[in-house]
């Protein structure tokens, strides 16, 4: 068995300091083993998502699977979710993207995941298995102040959450 990320959970502070809220959209790459696999949009732009002081929680459930090793699409039943063959400590990036120069400043991200397990057969194919009633499992907290903007001169374009 190997296990899978079925969905992401962001729950997102921003800082409650002048100037600390954004209007540029704001992207997040998620890497396996440095490579990526999707960029899901965390803020569009002109919402109230990333405004000073405010707290978001953004989801992510996967639609499709990202596997590790080969396997028979056509004998993978009910498969979604990035599989990690050997856990995800050291094999998962989050990279957080600004797209605009309307700085954001950072203030804590908790990230969490909803999980399965990849049971493969001996024909090459696979079964996700999951108990619908696993809640989300926290599995990270960046809590160390940090700017995010397209503007050199305010913060960082991007910034990796590493796990």
Request: glycine share 12%; hydrophobic share 40%.
């Amino acid at each position: 068995m190997t296990l899978m990320i079925r969905g992401l959970r962001w729950d997102i502070s921003t800082s409650g300091e002048s100037g600390a809220g954004s209007d540029a959209r704001m992207d997040c790459d998620i890497l396996r083993d440095g490579s990526k696999l999707l960029t899901a949009i965390l803020e569009t732009g002109e919402t109230e998502r990333l405004d000073r002081g405010n707290f978001d929680s953004l989801f992510l459930k996967f639609k499709r699977p990202f596997y590790a090793l080969p396997i028979n699409e056509s004998l993978a039943q009910g498969v979604v979710g990035v599989e990690f063959p050997e856990g995800i400590a050291g094999h998962l990036t989050l990279r957080l993207r600004s797209r605009g120069d309307d700085k954001w400043i950072k203030e804590i991200i908790d990230v969490f995941a909803l999980f399965g397990e990849l049971i493969r057969d001996n024909e090459g194919g696979g079964l996700l298995v999951f108990d619908p009633g696993d809640q989300w499992k926290f599995i990270g907290r960046y809590n160390k102040r940090q700017v995010l903007s397209t503007d050199p001169n305010e913060g960082l374009v991007t910034l990796d959450l590493l796990f």
